[in-house]
């Protein structure tokens, strides 16, 4: 058959074969020969040999279409796609080559896996179309700038509550920090970060979206468009008080880097939360602990620059005097305050006629005017509102048997009756009396 004498041949052998010809027509030696391909002349005289022999398929290599002899065996291959399919369906190739070596002891390549999921139809490859984009080189410097965010996502997989997990990560060396929350708010930002700064000190930047806890949503007043000022979130102006930059990203696709954070977190993380059967906010947080530290260790990379921008705080320095959400009240003339439904007595005697409460990340409240703390106690036993004593006073009251009243109406009643059976009918139709 024509197909028969087709020879499926690589460049690299091609270029054999025509060197292999000029040795067999005389044309260089074959120590030359054996310059030119980077072989030994031995190996020259064993390709002459067999090119001799079989023709122009002596050039091709024995173990052509073989299986290897390293080769994993077939029940092997058999067995990691079963469990697979049993225990990791859906996690990509490299988690799962990573989970069947550390919990079942399989060593098999990521790769590997990859083509033998491909082959049995449990995987599929994904193309995804990609906008075009500038890339933005990282900062030079550890604590330089770091990116913020809180992800909301079903972390738990319906085993636990709603919960969102709040993320830094540093741009210069992709170093990662994160902790569990129950919402997206100013005291969980404000906690979070707090942590932060205890564990790696205070950042010169941070970069974070326009989400209404970290960029105020009002409209700047008369008063703030004649000193130059715009309105700032209560966490916005804890870093302004702490010197550290916020610089607001436009899209999400700007701090590109901790999104794709989340996005390998919501994938990897969730998994091993998955096998561990984490159900509350508690264990997830101590889990964190363990698990981004190995992250850390592998995925972050070392900064251009030696140097760590992250600024210490000073001794008897108060975080929590700054870390907390600060609301004008004004002080009524019974010197109480009211504050999230609550009232409260200040106990000083002050000029005052506006006082700062302070919320702090614990839950407690503190007052304070031009920086003084105020003495205070809450009102636990509100007084009765007006309206209510009036309702009381109103109250209808039914009058006695021998009330004057009812006795007028006994006469007026006695006098209707009367009228009514004197009064004659007119033109043949009774009055309304006597109806």
């Not at 083509?115 to 995804?128: F, Q, T, V």
């Amino acid at each position: 058959m024509a197909g028969e004498d087709i020879l499926m041949v690589r460049q690299k052998e091609l270029k054999r074969l025509h060197i292999i010809e000029k040795v067999l027509e005389r044309g260089i030696k074959q120590i030359e020969a054996a310059e030119v391909l980077g072989l030994s002349s031995r190996q020259i005289r064993r390709i002459v040999k067999r090119v001799r022999l079989e023709g122009d398929k002596g050039i091709i290599h024995k173990s052509r279409g073989q299986p290897s002899k390293r080769r994993i065996p077939e029940t092997t291959r058999d067995k990691i796609i079963h469990l697979y399919r049993l225990q990791y369906s859906d996690f990509g190739p490299t988690l799962a080559s990573e989970k069947l070596q550390e919990r079942d002891h399989l060593a098999v390549s990521d790769e590997t896996l990859r083509l033998w999921l491909l082959g049995s139809g449990d995987w599929k490859k994904r193309r995804k179309t990609r906008v075009h984009r500038r890339w933005r080189e990282r900062k030079a410097h550890r604590g330089e700038m770091v990116q913020m965010d809180g992800s909301h996502h079903d972390w738990f997989e319906g085993r636990g509550p709603p919960c969102v997990l709040m993320s830094y990560i540093d741009d210069a060396t992709g170093r990662v920090f994160a902790r569990f929350y129950e919402y997206e708010g100013t005291i969980p930002a404000m906690d979070s970060f707090k942590r932060y700064i205890q564990k790696f000190g205070l950042p010169l930047s941070v970069y974070l979206d326009r989400h209404t806890t970290y960029k105020s949503p009002a409209k700047a007043s008369v008063e703030d468009v004649l000193n130059d000022e715009v309105p700032l979130s209560e966490f916005e102006r804890a870093l302004k008080e702490l010197e550290v930059e916020v610089i607001h990203a436009m899209s999400p696709q700007a701090k590109g880097r901790i999104e794709r954070l989340f996005r390998t977190l919501q994938d990897r993380m969730v998994k091993e939360m998955r096998l561990r059967v984490i159900r509350t906010i508690e264990e997830a947080n101590d889990f964190l602990k363990q698990y981004l530290t190995l992250y850390n260790r592998r995925f972050s990379v070392p900064p251009r620059e030696r140097d760590n921008l992250h600024r210490s705080l000073p001794k008897g320095f108060n975080l929590d005097a700054i870390l907390c959400i600060k609301t004008g009240r004004t002080l009524r003339n019974d010197f109480t305050v009211a504050h999230n439904t609550k009232l409260y007595q200040i106990e000083d005697r002050t000029r005052a006629s506006k006082i700062i409460v302070h919320d702090y990340i614990n839950g407690s409240v503190r007052m304070s005017y031009r920086d003084q703390p105020l003495r205070f106690k809450e009102i636990t036993s509100r007084p009765v509102k007006k309206q209510a004593v009036m309702e009381r006073i109103r109250k209808r009251s039914i009058p006695a048997a021998n009330h004057p009243w009812r006795r007028r109406f006994k006469v007026d009643r006695h006098r209707y009756e009367s009228a009514k059976l004197i009064l004659p009918p007119q033109n043949g139709v009774e009055s309304p009396l006597q109806s």
